[in-house]
C-alpha cells in the first residue's frame, strides 16, 4: 500500500490531499480564520447553567456558546477548578502536580448546579467543531495528543488502544508507561505506540508535558474567553494521526510549509524526512496529482464505481442514506446471489471511502443489494469493517438486516465535507453554449498574447470539453494555429476549471 500527501497552499488557507494507492480518501482544508478546532483548549466563562439539561452554555468567544454537559466535565472538574484558582492568583506556579492536592472526584448522577458556577472561569477543549446553527461542542476532561500517546490532566488511569489487540502487548505498553508517567497525570497509549521502546515514549510524553505547562503558564493574566492552547496545525495533525511506513511521498507547493514539515518529521520520523518534496511543475499540484478530476467523480449524489456500479447519496436532517445499484453491468456471475454479493464488495469498499472523504458523519444507512444466504450478508459486514479499520475517526458498524441495511454510526466532530459538482448554465435560455462561440473569444484573445514578443512559449489552460474540441483530428483548430502564427500552443486540460474559463500563461523557458 502506498500513501501519499499533497498539500496545496493558496494565500488565505491551505488543502490537504490524503492518497491511498493513488486514490483520495481524505481531504481537508485549514482557513487562516479558523479559531475552533478539535482539540484546541480555551480558558472560557461559564454562562447559562441549565438544571434541566444537567448542562452550561459556555462563552469561548464564538458567536453561539459552546455546550457543556455534567457528563463531559470529568471526574476531577473540582480539581481543576482549584487549580485555575490557584494559578489565576500566582498561588500555584509549579505546573506539574507533585505538590498539588486533589479534590474528590464529583459524583457520576450528579447535577451541574453543583458543580459551576456562572460566571466563574473554566478550562474546556473543543470535541466537536461549530456545526451549522450549532455552536462547539465542549469537555472540561482535558486532553493533549502526542504522537504515540495522550496526556490526561488530573488522572492516574493508565490505557491501551483497543486496536492493539496482543495481551502481552498491552501489558507491556501499560508497565512502560506507568513507569515514566508523572504524579497527577494519566496516560492513554496511541496505537502506534506498539512495539515502540520506553525512551521514544518518554519524549513524546515529555513534549506534551511541555505543552501543559506552556498553557498553564498563560492562564495567569488572561482575559476570557481566550484560546490558551491551539492543536497541532492540519498537516502535523495528519501526520502525527497516520504517518507510518506506507508514506512514499509529502509533496508540497509552499516553500515555507515544505521547511516546517521536514522539522517536524525530524522529530517524529526522522527516517521519513527525505521523502518530503517540493512542487515546481507549472502544472497546478492538484492538477498534477490527478485529485481534482477524483474531486468532481466523488462528490455530488451518484458516485460512479467499476463494472457499472454506482451509489445514491442522500442527506437528511437526521441521518445519511447510501443505496447501492447495480447499474448496467454484465452478468458474468454464476447466479443473482453471486452477482449482488461482487457488487455489495465494490459498493462497501467505496462506502468506506466515501464516509471518509466527505467526513460524514452522525447515522449513516447504507442500502445493499438483497442477499439470501447468511454467509454472504456476514461476509459483507467483515469486508466493510475491514475497509473502515482504516478510519481514524470513532465509528460502530451494525450487521446487515434481513433486507440489507447495514447500520453505521460515526462521530461527527467538524461540518461534513461539501463539494458542489455541477456548474452553472452559462446560457439564459437554458442552453450551454456551443464550442465554436467560445473559440472566437479565445482567438481574440491569442491574439493579443502572441502580439507580445516576450511570450517565447504559449500554453492555453481550458476546461478539458473545450481541450478536446481544439486538439481533435490531424488537421485540429491547434494545428491551423500554428501555421498560421508559427508557434506551437500548448493545450492543457484543467478539470477544476468551469467550461467557459480559460487562460493563456507564458512559461519560463
Known amino acids: 500500500m502506498k500513501t501519499e500527501l499533497i498539500i496545496r497552499s493558496n494565500s488565505s488557507d491551505i488543502d490537504f490531499a490524503l492518497l491511498r494507492d493513488g486514490k483520495l480518501i481524505e481531504l481537508n482544508n485549514e482557513t487562516s480564520d479558523n479559531k475552533f478546532s478539535v482539540g484546541d483548549i480555551f480558558l472560557a466563562k461559564i454562562g447559562k447553567v441549565l438544571t434541566g439539561l444537567n448542562a ?58 453543583d458543580v459551576l458556577k456562572t460566571g466563574r472561569n473554566l478550562l474546556v477543549q473543543i470535541v466537536k467543531e ?39 502487548e498491552k501489558e507491556r505498553l501499560k508497565r512502560l508507561a506507568k513507569s515514566i508517567k508523572p504524579k497527577g497525570f494519566g496516560v492513554i497509549l496511541r496505537t502506534v505506540a506498539e512495539g515502540k521502546k520506553v525512551a521514544e515514549l518518554d519524549k513524546d510524553l515529555q513534549n506534551s508535558l511541555e505543552r501543559w505547562k506552556t498553557m498553564s503558564k498563560r492562564i495567569a493574566n488572561t482575559n476570557t474567553p481566550t484560546k490558551i492552547l491551539s492543536e497541532l496545525n492540519r498537516a502535523s495533525s495528519i501526520l502525527r494521526d497516520v504517518m507510518n511506513d506506507s508514506f512514499t511521498s509529502i509533496v508540497t507547493n509552499d516553500e515555507t510549509l515544505k521547511v516546517e514539515i521536514k522539522e517536524y518529521l525530524q522529530e517524529i520520523y526522522p527516517e521519513k524526512e527525505k521523502i518530503v518534496k517540493l512542487h515546481t511543475s507549472e502544472t497546478p499540484i492538484f492538477e498534477k496529482y490527478g ?69 460524514m458523519g452522525g447515522i449513516i444507512v447504507v442500502d445493499f443489494i438483497d442477499m439470501h444466504k447468511a454467509e454472504n ?15 481514524r475517526t470513532k465509528h460502530k458498524i451494525l450487521p446487515p438486516t434481513k433486507f440489507g441495511l447495514i447500520q453505521i454510526t460515526r462521530q461527527r ?97
Not at 469537555?139 to 493508565?158: C, D, T, Y
Not at 450478508?377 to 478510519?391: G, I, P, S
Not at 473569444?441 to 491569442?446: C, D, V
Open 56 to 113: 452550561a452554555f459556555v462563552n469561548v468567544g464564538y458567536p453561539k456558546d459552546g455546550f457543556l454537559h455534567y457528563h463531559d466535565l470529568g471526574a476531577q472538574v473540582n480539581s481543576l477548578n482549584t487549580f485555575i484558582k490557584k494559578v489565576s492568583t500566582g498561588k500555584y506556579k509549579e505546573f506539574t502536580f507533585k505538590n498539588f492536592r486533589k479534590e474528590e472526584d464529583i459524583n457520576k448522577d450528579g447535577s451541574i448546579n
Open 130 to 168: 461549530p456545526i451549522s446553527t450549532k455552536g462547539p461542542r465542549l469537555s472540561s476532561e482535558l486532553s493533549i495528543a502526542g504522537r504515540f500517546l495522550v496526556l490526561v490532566p488530573f488522572s492516574n488511569r493508565v490505557s491501551v488502544s483497543q486496536k492493539i489487540e496482543d495481551p502481552k
Open 291 to 359: 485529485i481534482e478530476r477524483q474531486i468532481k467523480t466523488s462528490f455530488g449524489k451518484t458516485v460512479s464505481m467499476s463494472k457499472g456500479a454506482y451509489l445514491v447519496i442522500e442527506h437528511t436532517e437526521a441521518l445519511h442514506v447510501i443505496d447501492v445499484n447495480s447499474g448496467n453491468r454484465s452478468n458474468k456471475a454464476g447466479s443473482q446471489e453471486d452477482t449482488a454479493l461482487e457488487v455489495n464488495l465494490i459498493s462497501a469498499t467505496e462506502v468506506a471511502r466515501q464516509l471518509q472523504l466527505r467526513d
Open 377 to 391: 450478508r456476514n461476509k459483507l459486514y467483515q469486508h466493510l469493517k475491514e475497509k473502515m479499520a482504516l478510519d
Open 413 to 509: 466532530v467538524r461540518p461534513e465535507l461539501s463539494i458542489k459538482t455541477t456548474e452553472a448554465n452559462p446560457n439564459k435560455n437554458g442552453e450551454v453554449e456551443a464550442p465554436i462561440v467560445l473559440l472566437d473569444k479565445i482567438e481574440a484573445n491569442l491574439e493579443k498574447f502572441m502580439s507580445n514578443s516576450k511570450n517565447k512559449k504559449v500554453q492555453l489552460h481550458v476546461h478539458p470539453f473545450i481541450a478536446a474540441f481544439l486538439t481533435k483530428g490531424m488537421n485540429s483548430i491547434r494545428f491551423k494555429w500554428y501555421l498560421k502564427h508559427k508557434k506551437w500552443i500548448t493545450i492543457i486540460p484543467r478539470d477544476a476549471y468551469t467550461y467557459l474559463y480559460y487562460r493563456f500563461k507564458s512559461p519560463k523557458a
